[in-house]
């Protein structure tokens, strides 16, 4: 039974760019198509799609790499796991990795990246990271 939805697309993604694979498929949730629409959004990923089968639904992600062949993404890591949860207000969100990384926020107005998070003026719980 896979008790963490997020850690599993993210684990998925991974493996995927790993691979070298073009696509993969990932299961659907509200916040997992919020963290999919923001990886696309920042360039990390080049598309997504929801796709339907029957009562179930799935994310197809198609992946981004360079002109050398190699993933766009060097890092994707869960931070906030079920056991253990990172919240933080907005001050300590402002930047990561110099500006060229991106946390993935969960606050009272969505799922946000860091930089609209501190825009907003709001804090959260940090889903995961990504650069």
């Not at 598309?47 to 993404?73: A, C, H, P, Q, T």
Request: charged residues 35%; glycine residues 8%; positive net charge.
């Amino acid at each position: 039974m896979m008790t963490d939805i997020i850690a599993d697309s993210l684990t998925r993604i991974r493996n995927a760019a790993g691979r070298k694979l073009d696509t993969t498929e990932l299961l659907h949730s509200k916040t997992i198509e919020a963290i999919v629409k923001i990886f696309v959004e920042k360039g990390y990923l080049d598309s997504y799609e929801v796709r339907e089968e029957g009562n179930k639904k799935f994310i197809k992600v198609v992946l981004k790499y360079d002109d050398n062949d190699r993933s766009v993404i060097n890092e994707i890591k869960r931070i906030s796991k079920p056991g253990r949860r990172v919240y933080k207000g907005k001050d300590e969100i402002k930047r990561f990795k110099n500006g060229y990384g991106t946390l993935i926020v969960s606050t009272s107005q969505g799922v946000l990246p860091n930089d609209e998070a501190f825009k907003r003026n709001v804090g959260g719980e940090v889903i995961c990271s990504i650069w």
